[in-house]
């Protein structure tokens, strides 16, 4: 396991390299880095993942010694609705597929993955045995999903623990959404993003930020902040369109918006 401390120490992507994920380079190594933060701050950790297609996000984890459980949650419908207003479509998306891959990651620690088939809305907390140190929401990308799985990740979490979100760029509503309900709920809590687009909140006493390789990503955060705007300009090219355009101008000539005394 010493070359395991090495790689993710230096935040190495070849801890994904066996099984695809869905993640983009910048993101992965944000993962890692919260995966690093967990495993100093604790004798052991247990994590869950909500949305895991192939197994490309649980990888590095199962290659962890520190890493006791790992619970996976994964409705697997063929169609999944998407907050971009487009339905994406997953074919042979099976845990049995997912496991098989995994087996060729680290076989001997295969039996630490307890793999459920469903949402957070049919699992109920107390399926999940062990109380979970990290938590990583990838299923629907949906607000009203992403909401329900924040909701059940805070019932299963350690008193100290984290939530991350992936894709935070889509599903910003649910994670404000979050906010709120922590501060209505008088729970302790932090809350950053990390580039590209994942979205990390801390519960209790939990400070991840305080490790390195995450303090830098927090000081030069301009990364995750110019990959969201810009991945949502297709927006604003469209409704700069030319007769959008107009009825907007017209619009805020009519309500006086553009004029300033
Ligand atoms: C974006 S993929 C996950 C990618 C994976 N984390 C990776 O890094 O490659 C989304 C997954 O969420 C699952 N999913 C869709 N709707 C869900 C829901 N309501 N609850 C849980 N999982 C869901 C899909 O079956 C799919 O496997």
């Not at 100290?160 to 729970?187: P, T």
């Not at 809350?191 to 909140?201: C, E, H, R």
């Not at 390195?212 to 030069?220: P, Q």
């Amino acid at each position: 396991m010493i070359g395991f401390e090495k790689s993710i120490n230096n935040l190495d992507l070849k801890l994904f390299e066996k099984i695809s994920s869905q993640t983009n380079d910048h993101d992965k190594q944000s993962l890692l880095a919260c995966q690093l933060a967990a495993r100093e701050l604790t004798e052991g950790y247990n994590y869950l993942e909500i949305g895991s297609y192939l197994g490309g996000s649980i990888q590095p984890h199962l290659l962890d010694e520190k890493c006791l459980k790992i619970y996976s949650i994964d409705k697997r419908p063929l169609v999944q609705p998407d907050e971009r207003g487009v339905d994406y479509t997953y074919r042979n998306n099976s845990t049995a597929r997912m496991l098989e891959n995994l087996k060729t990651v680290a076989p001997e620690q295969i039996e630490k993955i307890t793999a459920i088939d469903g949402d957070t809305r049919s699992v109920k907390p107390s399926e999940i045995k062990d109380k979970i140190t990290l938590c990583y929401i990838d299923g629907e990308h949906t607000d009203e999903a992403v909401m329900g799985d924040f909701k059940f990740c805070l019932s299963v979490l350690s008193e100290n623990g984290a939530i991350l979100f992936d894709d935070a760029n889509i599903i910003y509503n649910a994670i404000a959404g979050a906010i709120a309900y922590l501060k209505q709920n008088s729970v302790n809590f932090r809350a950053f993003s990390l580039p590209d687009k994942i979205f990390a909140v801390e519960i209790g006493d939990f400070p991840i930020h305080q490790n390195k390789a995450i303090l830098e990503r927090l000081l030069n955060n301009y990364q995750g902040y110019l990959y969201s705007l810009q991945s949502n300009d297709l927006y604003r090219q469209f409704v700069n369109k030319k007769p959008i355009r107009f009825y907007r101008k017209f619009m805020t000539k009519i309500k006086g918006l553009n004029e300033f005394d």
